[in-house]
């Protein structure tokens, strides 16, 4: 029998929130984090054509990689113990579509969660619900490296 999810602190999340997208490279792209729980996660862009294209006029593929390393990186974080962070180690990804412009959503999923490794996926849809990418991610943990946000992370713990 599978130990069940933990209950996470809506707090800590608000902080949570706040202070991974107050950073400054989720700023410099356009990042939101638009939903995160469990093994689950949904992060947005808004495409700026000043910001995002490369010479070809669609969306370089730096810009989705990122968004797929950060989908993935998230939906395997809340679960782990509050002192624990995580690195990716491997990132794959296929461009199936070109985006050229609007909202872009990156919804990310947890595989298979671990204590040492997790596994995990993310695929990013245009506004009208295109697929235009799909990335998986190896993430390994990093004890020591959680994120002291001032309040528990879990309210069952």
């Given at each position: 029998m599978s130990k069940p999810a933990p209950i996470i602190n809506p707090e800590y999340v608000r902080r949570l929130m706040?202070?991974?997208?107050?950073?400054s490279y989720p700023i410099l792209i356009g990042m939101t984090l638009d939903d995160i729980a469990i093994?689950?996660?949904s992060i947005g862009l808004e495409l700026d054509?000043?910001?995002?294209?490369?010479?070809y006029?669609?969306?370089?593929g730096g810009v989705l990689a990122t968004l797929i390393d950060t989908a993935t990186f998230w939906s395997a974080?809340?679960?782990?113990?509050?002192?624990?962070?995580?690195?990716n180690i491997d990132?794959?990804?296929n461009y199936l579509q070109p985006a050229i412009t609007g909202?872009?959503?990156a919804v990310g999923?947890?595989?298979?969660?671990?204590?040492?490794?997790?596994?995990?996926e993310a695929h990013i849809y245009d506004e009208s619900g295109q697929l235009l990418t799909h990335g998986t991610s190896t993430l390994i943990t990093r004890p020591g490296r959680g994120f002291d946000l001032g309040v528990a992370k879990f309210l069952d713990s």
């Amino acid at each position: 029998m599978s130990k069940p999810a933990p209950i996470i602190n809506p707090e800590y999340v608000r902080r949570l929130m706040e202070m991974a997208f107050d950073a400054s490279y989720p700023i410099l792209i356009g990042m939101t984090l638009d939903d995160i729980a469990i093994d689950s996660v949904s992060i947005g862009l808004e495409l700026d054509p000043q910001r995002h294209l490369q010479p070809y006029g669609i969306v370089h593929g730096g810009v989705l990689a990122t968004l797929i390393d950060t989908a993935t990186f998230w939906s395997a974080f809340l679960r782990l113990p509050s002192d624990v962070g995580l690195v990716n180690i491997d990132l794959k990804l296929n461009y199936l579509q070109p985006a050229i412009t609007g909202r872009l959503t990156a919804v990310g999923r947890c595989i298979r969660p671990g204590r040492t490794l997790s596994y995990t996926e993310a695929h990013i849809y245009d506004e009208s619900g295109q697929l235009l990418t799909h990335g998986t991610s190896t993430l390994i943990t990093r004890p020591g490296r959680g994120f002291d946000l001032g309040v528990a992370k879990f309210l069952d713990s």
